[in-house]
C-alpha cells in the first residue's frame, strides 16, 4: 500500500478525511489502474497473464501490485476456481463499475484531445524545450 493510500485510510478511520476528490484520485492513480479497469470494465473477466498481454510493458510485480491495491480497495474481485491447474480471474465489483462512467469521459476527453493536438496548427512542445 502506497503512503498516500495508507495515510488518506488512517484519515478516514480517524474521521479527519473529507476530500472526495483525493480519495477518488488515491484509488484509481496508478501508472496502469486506469487501463486495467478500462479492460475490467468493458471486456469482462480476464486472467493475470491475459492482462499481461494486454500491456506488454508492465512487469509483473507492477500488475500484481495495481492489482492487488484495487482489490484491497473493493474495485475488482479475484476469483480462484479449483481447478488443476489453478485458475484465476480478475473482474470488476459492482462498486468498480461504478467507476465506468467516469472512466468513460476520460477516455472520450482525452480522444477529443488526442485529436486537437493532431489538427492544431501549432506544434505543442513539452514545457522546457527550446525553439
Known amino acids: 500500500m502506497s503512503d498516500l493510500r495508507k495515510e488518506i485510510l488512517d484519515k478516514i478511520n480517524n474521521g479527519d478525511f473529507n476530500c472526495e476528490k483525493e480519495l477518488t484520485l488515491a484509488i484509481i492513480s496508478g501508472k496502469w489502474k486506469i487501463t486495467i479497469l478500462w479492460h475490467l470494465g468493458r471486456e469482462g473477466a480476464h486472467r493475470f497473464s491475459e492482462l499481461q498481454r ?72 513539452p514545457s522546457g524545450s527550446s525553439n
Not at 509483473?60 to 473493493?74: A, V
Not at 485458475?87 to 477516455?107: A, C, D, F, K, N
Open 54 to 125: 494486454l500491456f506488454p510493458k508492465i512487469t509483473h510485480k507492477m500488475l500484481t501490485s495495481q492489482l492487488k491495491e484495487l482489490i484491497d480497495d473493493g474495485i475488482v474481485h479475484r476469483e480462484v476456481f479449483p481447478e488443476v491447474p489453478p485458475r484465476v480471474e480478475y473482474s470488476m465489483t459492482e462498486l468498480g463499475m461504478t467507476l465506468m462512467p467516469i472512466i468513460e469521459m476520460m477516455y472520450e476527453w482525452g480522444k477529443k484531445r488526442i485529436k486537437d493536438i493532431q489538427n492544431s496548427e501549432h506544434i505543442i512542445k
